[in-house]
T-cell receptor
Framework: AQSVTQLDSHVSVSEGTPVLLRCNYS??????LFWYVQHPNKGLQLLLK??????LVKGINGFEAEFKKSETSFHLTKPSAHMSDAAEYFC???????????FGAGTRLFVKA | NAGVTQTPKFQVLKTGQSMTLQCAQD?????MSWYRQDPGMGLRLIHY???????DQGEVPNGYNVSRSTTEDFPLRLLSAAPSQTSVYFC???????????????FGEGSRLTVL
């Protein structure tokens, strides 16, 4: 069975400082892993995805994530936060076909001026 | 391309009423799905479909029905609404399973449902 745990429900950073959003997953086979972002009252947008190619994945808006199989982690990082990054972020695990897609509970990112 | 379109964006129902949330996509995606989003719980899969005429249950299917008569449309029906179904509902679609389906989902903007 698959599962996803986002280790922080809220993260607060100052503008210009690094962002780290943590995600651990559990899967009985080689999963696909994703990060999605949701701005207030909007749908979800794909930030980046890992699908068994390079373990360091670069996404949009300067975000990247590293797949670490030994730690079953897929943490999301950004070197320098921007006010526009304030949103909710979801870590997602999926089987290859995408039929069984499991979302984490979400991490709300606050960015202080 | 409009992508994934959901209607209505907002709806208020009384307990026991029925309604249908509409979802349409114009990307020729075979896979479509419905999620509900509740605070602190992420998104939970209600039902999904891998093609016209094929549907299956997700994590939380009770109280909801779906059908898929065309590739483009995937409506979600609430037969007898309950306050526990107050939520934000998202429709999502994805590429054909015959291609390299990596599970990337394309979402609509959501439908906010309140059941009194």
């Amino acid at each position: 069975a698959q599962s996803v745990t986002q280790l922080d429900s809220h993260v607060s950073v100052s503008e210009g400082t690094p962002v780290l959003l943590r995600c651990n997953y559990s899967s009985s086979y080689s999963p696909s892993l994703f990060w999605y972002v949701q701005h207030p009252n909007k749908g979800l947008q794909l930030l980046l995805k890992y699908t068994s190619a390079a373990t360091l994945v670069k996404g949009i808006n300067g975000f990247e994530a590293e797949f670490k199989k030994s730690e079953t982690s897929f943490h999301l990082t950004k070197p320098s936060a921007h006010m526009s990054d304030a949103a909710e972020y979801f870590c997602v695990v999926s089987d290859t076909g995408g039929f069984k897609t499991i979302f984490g509970a979400g991490t709300r990112l606050f960015v202080k001026a | 391309n409009a992508g994934v379109t959901q209607t209505p964006k907002f709806q208020v129902l009384k307990t026991g009423q029925s309604m249908t949330l509409q979802c349409a996509q114009d990307m020729n995606h075979e896979y479509m799905s419905w999620y509900r989003q509740d605070p602190g719980m992420g998104l939970r899969l209600i039902h999904y479909s891998v093609g016209a005429g094929i549907t299956d249950q997700g994590e939380v299917p009770n109280g909801y029905n779906v059908s898929r008569s065309t590739t483009e449309d995937f409506p979600l029906r609430l037969l007898s609404a309950a306050p526990s179904q107050t939520s934000v509902y998202f429709c999502a679609s994805s590429y054909s399973v015959d291609r390299m389906n990596t599970g990337e989902l394309f979402f609509g903007e959501g439908s906010r449902l309140t059941v009194l």
